[in-house]
T-cell receptor, first 113, second 114 residues
C-alpha cells in the first residue's frame, strides 16, 4: 500500500492554464505539506496543514491555493501557470510532533511550456 | 526558524571509498535530526534519524551522530556502492511549540563510480 500518493506523476501544460495536483495519505497523520523542488534539488516548504487547518503559508504567489477536504487529503491548485512554476512538487505527511519524520510522495513533475 | 548548512556537491567517489557529508544546523531547542535520500526519479526516503544528543542513527551502512556541542549531524559510510548514488538531504525536525515542518539543506549529490 502506498503511504503518500500524489497524482499525476507528470504534468505538461501550457502557460496560463489552471491545474491541480492531488495528494492522499493513508498513514493516519494529522499534518500534510507541499514542497517545491527546483532544478538544483533545493526543497522549499510551500504550505502545511494540520487537521485541515492551514498552519504554514510561505511566500508563495497567491496563484497557488491548497485545499484540504479532510486530513487525509491535501490538494494543490495552481492558476495561470507560468514558466517559472516548472518544478517537482512533493506532498508529504507526518504526525506533526517533535520527534517524527515526514513521509513523502513520489513527486509530480510539472512542466509549463 | 531552523536552518541547515550542508556540504555542497556534487561528490564523486569510487566504489568502496569512505563517505562524509557534513551538516550543521541552527535550531530553536533540540530538534530530532534526519537524513533523507532521494534516488533518481523518486521521492525522498528517510535514511536515518537521531532524536537526542549523542544518539547515533544508522541504516544501510550509513551513520550519523547528533552532536549538540557542534550542532552537527555529519553523514558517514565506510564503503560506498554504486547503488548509493543519490541526493542526500540533512534536515532538523520540528522544534518548539507550533513548529511542524522539516527544514532541508540544499542536498548533496553523490555519484559512485565502479
Amino acid at each position: 500500500d502506498t503511504a503518500v500518493s500524489q497524482t499525476p506523476k507528470y504534468l505538461v501544460t501550457q502557460m496560463g492554464n489552471d491545474k491541480s495536483i492531488k495528494c492522499e495519505q493513508n498513514l493516519g497523520h494529522d499534518t500534510m505539506y507541499w514542497y517545491k523542488q527546483d532544478s538544483k534539488k533545493f526543497l522549499k516548504i510551500m504550505f502545511s496543514y494540520n487537521n485541515k487547518e492551514l498552519i504554514i503559508n510561505e511566500t508563495v504567489p497567491n496563484r497557488f491555493s491548497p485545499k484540504s477536504p479532510d486530513k487525509a487529503h491535501l490538494n494543490l491548485h495552481i492558476n495561470s501557470l507560468e514558466l517559472g512554476d516548472s518544478a517537482v512538487y512533493f506532498c508529504a505527511s507526518s504526525l506533526g510532533q517533535v520527534n517524527t519524520e515526514a513521509f513523502f510522495g513520489q513527486g509530480t513533475r510539472l512542466t509549463v511550456v | 526558524g531552523n536552518s541547515v548548512t550542508q556540504m555542497e556537491g556534487p561528490v564523486t567517489l569510487s566504489e568502496e571509498a569512505f563517505l562524509t557529508i557534513n551538516c550543521t544546523y541552527t535550531a530553536t531547542g533540540y530538534p530530532s535530526l534526519f537524513w533523507y535520500v532521494q534516488y533518481p526519479g523518486e521521492g525522498l526516503q528517510l535514511l536515518l534519524k537521531a532524536t537526542k544528543a549523542d544518539d547515533k542513527g544508522s541504516n544501510k551502512g550509513f551513520e550519523a551522530t547528533y552532536r549538540k556541542e557542534t550542532t552537527s549531524f555529519h553523514l558517514e559510510k565506510g564503503s560506498v556502492q554504486v547503488s548509493d548514488s543519490a541526493v542526500y538531504f540533512c534536515a532538523p525536525g520540528p522544534s518548539g511549540a507550533g513548529s511542524y515542518q522539516l527544514t532541508f539543506g540544499k542536498g548533496t549529490k553523490l555519484s559512485v563510480i565502479p
